[in-house]
């Protein structure tokens, strides 16, 4: 079909434009896109944020609910993150059951969101082995543009942060309270096309990468998680060259989940 | 009223006829329509309707998925009606329920009336609503904001689709229903216009009304609906009108 040979052609132009360190958009390799982050976009959520990288939109909102620890952490309250890659955010979608891609998109923002600790499960507990919260953490994809997994973890940390505990509503206290965040993870994505590797990609060069890997840092000057994608491999000179990168990208946009505004 | 549930029922209507956000018994909630809301979609449109926000996207004349659908003599039409976990007060898990796969039904062939489908053979017109907050009249809502992404993706249309729910509230017929209204009134009729035609393509009603009503019911939905309209194309107008030539003033 006519879509693939355009899909060809594009990727040739966008590993063209790499080799001279030029980008589609105009961008240098070390470039992310206009970030803007809006919390508090959906009331019916106990937490919630807007994030648009370029023309990628993602929309994260939190549910906190009472449930029961697990048995092997009668101590803590439980974390769920799930990522739905809806068919109404790229015309490359179906819609079914989740696609490898969501569900990939799920668990390395679930992974950075536990191994940073971001919330203390402890405070999250109400009465151990017995009454605890559950939070969820919904991500919903509005538009599909390229780089979801570093615009669905800032939506999701931005919600965290400015979430707040529906005590009130459940019986559990005598009023609401917020759901305090203890650190910040920002990952940080990076494809490399042909041998350049730029940071924040659109869905065209994702399309065109030979290899994709991401990087969360936190803001205590540790990496949290990490996850290669794609076809495509990196030297261990790249990956030491690739989080040097992701630190000081992760500090800029760790800014707008604080502040939650562009 | 208010038998059912220990819930203590709220005052729905004042006596001078007032509603719990103050509005009289034929006033519709602040709507504001933004066409082209989306990058991706070839056509979408983002609708807050009262604390109502439903995105809305068009993909397609394009293939048909599963090919089984496919119609030899015109577009077959489908929709997704779905709600985002956080978009109501319980978290609903996520995917399509019952409810929703019932939704959508009813809007794809509300949409099936106004389509010039048989321009299209062999292809698929895929229509995704989602809800992102919910208070009641989501369906209304993503009808209107797929029927101004229809039109933002250029599909040729007989007319746009605005739609509305009408109520009993206390005892009154009343237009635009919010949360509470529908939880606790007493009917609940959403019905979408052809406003060429004046003929309604999606109507549905649940509670308990007479017939006379029902009239009333109807007439006050078909006036919203005429209101609900003349937004839909402005909010188009909007995005495609052509300004004044630039730099006429310097």
New interface residues.
């Given amino acids: 079909m006519s879509g693939e040979v355009t899909a060809e052609i594009l990727t040739t132009h966008i590993l063209d434009l790499a080799a001279e360190g030029k980008r589609l958009d105009g961008r240098t390799p070390d470039e992310y896109r206009r970030i803007t982050v809006e919390p508090g976009f959906v009331v019916s959520a106990d937490g919630s944020a807007l994030v648009r990288l370029g023309d990628t939109a993602v929309l994260a909102g939190i549910k906190l609910e009472p449930g029961k620890p697990f048995p092997d952490t009668p101590n803590a309250g439980v974390l769920s993150t799930n990522a739905e890659l809806i068919p109404l955010s790229n015309p490359t979608f179906e819609p079914g059951p989740p696609q490898p891609g969501a569900i990939e998109v799920s668990r390395v923002v679930d992974r950075a969101i536990r191994a940073a600790e971001t919330i203390d499960l402890t405070r999250l507990c109400v009465t151990p082995s017995e009454k605890c919260w559950t939070c969820f953490t919904d991500v919903h994809v509005l538009d599909h543009s390229g780089n979801l997994i570093d615009a669905s973890l800032l939506a999701a940390v931005t919600a965290l942060a400015h979430a707040t505990v529906p005590a009130k509503r459940f019986g559990i206290a005598e009023a609401d309270y917020p759901l305090e965040v203890q650190h910040f993870p920002i990952e940080c994505t990076f494809v490399r096309l042909g041998d350049t590797i730029v940071v924040d990609p659109t869905f065209d060069e994702e399309q065109a990468a030979q290899g994709r890997l991401t990087v969360a840092t936190d803001e205590t000057g540790r990496i949290v998680a990490m996850q290669k994608g794609l076809v495509g491999a990196f030297s261990p000179d790249d990956v030491k060259e690739i989080v040097g990168r992701a630190f000081v990208h992760g500090e800029r946009l760790r800014a707008f989940a604080r502040g939650g505004s562009a | 009223m208010g038998s059912v549930g220990a819930k203590e029922v709220p005052v729905l209507l004042t006596p001078d006829g007032r509603r719990i956000d103050g509005r009289t018994l034929d006033e519709l909630r602040p709507i504001r329509i933004e066409a082209g809301a989306?990058?991706?979609?070839?056509g979408s449109a983002f609708v807050e309707w009262g604390?109502n926000?439903v995105?809305?996207?068009v993909?397609g004349p394009?293939e048909v998925?599963p090919r089984h659908l496919q119609q030899n003599n015109k577009a077959v039409i489908q929709c997704?009606y779905?709600m985002?976990?956080?978009?109501?007060?319980?978290?609903k898990r996520?995917g399509l329920d019952r409810r929703s796969q019932e939704i959508s039904k009813v809007i794809a062939e509300a949409f099936e009336s106004v389509v010039f489908a048989e321009e299209y053979p062999r292809t698929s017109i895929?229509i995704?609503?989602?809800v992102?907050?919910?208070?009641a009249g989501t369906r209304c809502a993503g009808l209107v904001a797929a029927s101004v992404a229809l039109a933002d993706a250029g599909i040729p249309m007989v007319d746009l689709l605005p739609a509305v729910a009408v109520g009993k509230v206390g005892g009154a017929i009343a237009l635009d229903l919010r949360k509470e209204e529908d939880n606790y009134g007493e009917a609940d009729l959403p019905m979408a216009l052809v406003p060429q035609s004046g003929r309604l393509v999606l109507l549905q009603m649940e509670g308990h009304m007479t017939e006379e009503e029902l009239a009333r019911s109807l007439d006050l939905g078909v006036q919203g609906c005429r209101t609900i309209y003349e937004k839909m194309k402005a909010a188009l107008r909007e995005r495609y009108a052509v300004g004044p030539p630039a730099g006429g003033a310097a």
């Fill in positions: 989306l990058h991706q979609a070839d604390a926000k995105m809305a996207a993909y394009r998925h997704r779905n985002a976990a956080f978009s109501v007060d319980e978290r996520p895929d995704y609503i989602e992102l907050q919910a208070n």
